[in-house]
């Protein structure tokens, strides 16, 4: 019986480039070698100031970016995270047993009170709660993560040792699958990581058109590292040799930018399109994209309901 893995990604912003090369690829790739459960992590959402209207439209989306990229309802389960019952029931008990401080020294909590201190709510506080929840509801033991959330997946173990050790052995140890690719850099800051919260001229997005992702690149910083993270980008999309050769003239001082911005514009734009087609296939049909959705969420609470039940046994709620 394959291994079960599970993974979430919250509808905010355009999906970019450094998402895709960060998580999305290896989440396609894992869905040969792992029962999967993909969904997007609409509750975490809630945790920053957005409209209706705009979490409904992220939300899809956000659901036609995953489907053009590669995930596959045949083979994954594709669901909202709000859809499951279970989740937030789940993360009411863990919060019951996590100590505030633990919470209050997570990163992102940290990082987040400082960028937003109008808004430190107490959904921000306990996210990691329910991101636990998010995994061990469906008893997966495989998480695939970048090393920027390797703290969120210790805390994921640490509260299924606590409930183990309070109620009984139930939760399996998590394993993180990290992520084969490196961060991505902003096109217009190589110091930071490729981010939504940079601006769009940061990142290349998914939906972007021709002119606005050759316009992007052509502005891109050009001092040392801006172009190493060019050359990185260049190396997923383009040919070896010549991957190989443009490398060779960067470390011999002979690199033009211009040849390498250009040559980056197409392979870039190369390997965009027929994502693009389908990405506007989906965009065209959302009743098949909600169909979709509403199966993978069907199939995600039987399992849910089937765990919860077996957890509120052990906890003494039934």
């Not at 990082?111 to 636990?132: C, F, K």
């Not at 930071?192 to 939906?207: D, N, P, T, V």
């Not at 011999?252 to 514009?265: A, Q, S």
């Not at 994209?289 to 995600?300: D, N, Q, S, W, Y």
Request: aromatic content about 8%; charged content about 25%.
């Amino acid at each position: 019986m394959p291994k079960k893995l599970i993974s979430g990604i919250k509808p905010t912003g355009h999906m970019h480039l450094g998402n895709y090369l960060g998580a999305i690829k290896n989440w396609v790739e894992l869905q040969d070698q792992y029962s999967c459960s993909f969904f997007i992590a609409d509750l975490h959402s809630l945790t920053i100031k957005i409209s209706k209207e705009d979490l409904q439209k992220q939300t899809f989306d956000l659901a036609i970016d995953l489907l053009a990229l590669g995930i596959n309802p045949k083979k994954s389960f594709l669901f909202k995270q709000s859809e499951v019952v279970g989740h937030t029931e789940l993360a009411w008990i863990f919060n019951c047993l996590v100590p505030v401080p633990e919470l209050e020294r997570m990163t992102q909590f940290k990082d987040e009170s400082l960028r937003h201190p109008e808004n430190v709510n107490a959904g921000l506080l306990t996210y990691p709660s329910l991101q636990a929840a998010d995994i061990l509801l469906y008893l997966a033991e495989f998480v695939p993560v970048g090393e920027d959330q390797v703290q969120h997946l210790e805390l994921t173990r640490v509260l299924a040792r606590k409930f183990n050790n309070r109620y009984g052995h139930f939760f399996p140890e998590i394993k993180p699958v990290l992520s084969p690719a490196r961060r991505l850099m902003s096109l217009n800051d190589s110091a930071k990581k490729m981010s939504k919260s940079l601006g769009e001229a940061s990142y290349i997005a998914i939906a972007d058109d021709p002119e606005t992702i050759s316009k992007k690149i052509k502005k891109a910083v050009t001092d040392e590292q801006g172009i190493k993270n060019l050359l990185e980008l260049y190396s997923y999309f383009g040919h070896p040799e010549k991957t190989k050769s443009l490398n060779s003239a960067f470390q011999k001082g002979k690199l033009m930018n211009v040849e390498l911005k250009e040559e980056l514009i197409k392979v870039t734009l190369d390997f965009l399109k027929p994502i693009q087609e389908k990405r506007t296939y989906f965009q065209d049909h959302p009743k098949e994209v909600e169909k979709i959705l509403v199966e993978g969420a069907k199939k995600a609470q039987n399992e849910a309901d089937k765990n919860l039940k077996k957890i509120k046994n052990l906890v003494g709620l039934i």
